[in-house]
């Protein structure tokens, strides 16, 4: 049973520490890519609005100085012209325009033939419209010595309010997605608790074949430590036992998980709650040690009084 017990904590905690260590690399992922958003904004923007605006104001001349020595295969400025002047026919004159950059993933983008996957800033989706219609641009910005220009640009109709519904150019994502950062962290939490647990009913199982009666000193000291230990962790499973509803509220707010993910929530805590149950059997044991002096048999009363009554020891 000991041997179990052990094997059963040592797995659960692995599990555990895999789990938010995998939280933790999709943090350091997010991190990398809010990096890259903010360096798109500062790169893509400028060049993106006077590109745009030259389109708009018709000084396509000006417009064309924003385009890359080394565009895409196949891009020119006089096919932009001929492309948005269609637009203008279809969609009418826009009146206002709005830009939106957004980082791209070198690594991962699906990038027209001819761009120099290193030289990639970032895109920016251009928005035209007016009282009727509207239409967009997506404009791809890429580094050429110290300038920012644009190699590729793709004309769309059928506005969305939402650019990020506009056509893709890339996948900015890490491969880790909100989803299932989500659902570690609901599994996470509660092997964490699991692991505690197992750790505290070993402590405790070992502590009650060792000592079948406190007799000395020592054996109440090494009691009251291992309690204490015990409440503890007992007090850290309380304090995180919150973050799995949360978690599981917040996905379902956000849109990132169903219905049927509230069963990530849900077993993982019943699971808590049933080794807890079972574990409860240990601690009862513990309580009712016998101690052989009546100074001892106080203190046990008490350090076992607040072990059920408070949330910390008071020694």
Known sequence: MKRLLVGGGVGVLLLAVGAMWRCGKFIHRVAGVVEREEEAQRLCGPVAETFAKGLMTGDYEGAGRSIATAPASGFAMEGVTQIYQLALQNYGEPQEMVVDVRAVNPERASLPEGVDRNAVVGKAIVRFWNEEDGFYGVLLC???????????????????????????????????????????????????????????????????????????????????????????????????????????????????????????????????????????????RARALPVREEALRAERNHVVDVWVNQPRPDW
């Open 142 to 284: 890429v580094r050429e010595g110290d300038e920012v220009r644009i190699a590729h640009a793709a004309f769309g109709g059928a506005l969305p309010e939402d650019p990020d519904e506009i056509v893709d150019l890339d996948d900015t994502s890490d491969g880790t997605s909100a989803r299932t950062v989500l659902i570690s962290t609901m599994i996470a939490v509660p092997l964490l608790c699991l692991g505690m647990l197992a750790a505290g009913t070993l402590m405790l199982r070992s502590f009650v074949q060792r000592v079948p009666e406190i007799i000395t000193r020592a054996q109440m000291d090494e009691f009251k430590k291992i309690v204490a230990r015990c409440m503890r962790m007992a007090l850290v499973v309380r304090s995180i036992g919150w973050i799995p509803p949360v978690v599981l509220v917040l996905g379902f707010v956000i849109g990132e998980l169903v219905w049927l993910d509230l069963l990530y929530c849900v077993v993982p805590l019943l699971l808590v709650v049933g080794v807890a149950k079972l574990c409860g059997g240990i601690e009862e």
